[in-house]
């Protein structure tokens, strides 16, 4: 088991640092770019404008685009999209200094964020950190050029699950990229969202296969490391 553990979390090192070294086009994908300036100091449950909480994305409600969103709150009635970073609770931040909440509420039950880039040319495998729907109550849906984007947990870490999906057909291309949270039934639903990244590796299917694809993977990481 802590074999299984330390390859697991050696597979995601190196998917992250092949992924950062590719990644061009789309920006700000850890949400790392906020730029709320002084708004940050002991803000919570105000808006705060897009263009500075997520730079590079577009914020959506149902369908209706927004220009502000919360931070340091989020909500348990009405849809809200939230950044979290400085001021929040550590356990809210999944890596780095924020990280962004899509909240599908009880009225509105949709939430999205999305953005419009080219997608690296060698990009295989499009991966991200969530955390799990609260409650089970919500779909979170990924997707690419209008397409939903399968994809399926890789490994976990303290407060979030790594996810990845095949982006291979859209390598090269110009597209949208979407994140897309809606409430089932009648309870509200967030999921948190972090780290995502291009990587030219291919995602390991399940099961024996994927076991293999991996230690591959490991050894070649081993390999580079001499």
């Not at 074999?3 to 590719?22: D, G, N, P």
């Not at 809210?92 to 419009?116: C, E, K, P, R, W």
């Amino acid at each position: 088991m802590r074999h299984l553990i330390k390859t697991t979390y050696v597979w995601t090192i190196l998917l992250a640092s092949v992924a950062r070294c590719i990644s061009q086009g789309f920006i700000n994908l850890d949400f790392e770019s906020a730029n709320l300036g002084a708004v940050t100091t002991g803000q919570s449950g105000g808006y705060v404008s897009v263009t500075n909480a997520i730079p590079g994305w577009m914020a959506f409600i149902g369908t209706d685009q927004q220009t502000q969103i919360l931070q340091n709150n989020g909500s348990v009635g009405p849809a809200s999209i939230s950044i979290w970073g400085p001021n929040a609770p550590s356990s809210s931040i999944i890596q780095g200094n924020y990280s962004v909440f899509l909240t599908a509420g009880i009225s509105d039950f949709s939430v999205s964020i999305s953005q419009t880039g080219l997608v690296p040319l060698s990009a295989a495998t499009l991966l991200f950190e969530a955390e799990p729907n609260y409650q089970g109550s919500g779909t979170f849906l990924v997707s690419m050029g209008g397409q939903n984007i399968p994809y399926f947990a890789l490994a976990t870490g303290p407060n979030y699950t790594l996810y990845g999906g095949d982006i291979s057909a859209f390598s090269g291309l110009t597209e949208t990229l979407t994140f897309s949270n809606s409430r089932i039934g009648s309870n509200f639903s967030y999921e948190e969202l972090d780290n995502i990244l291009f990587s030219s590796l291919p995602v390991p299917e399940p099961g024996a296969f994927g076991f293999l694809t991996l230690g591959g993977m490991l050894l070649a990481w081993r390999r580079l490391k001499l």
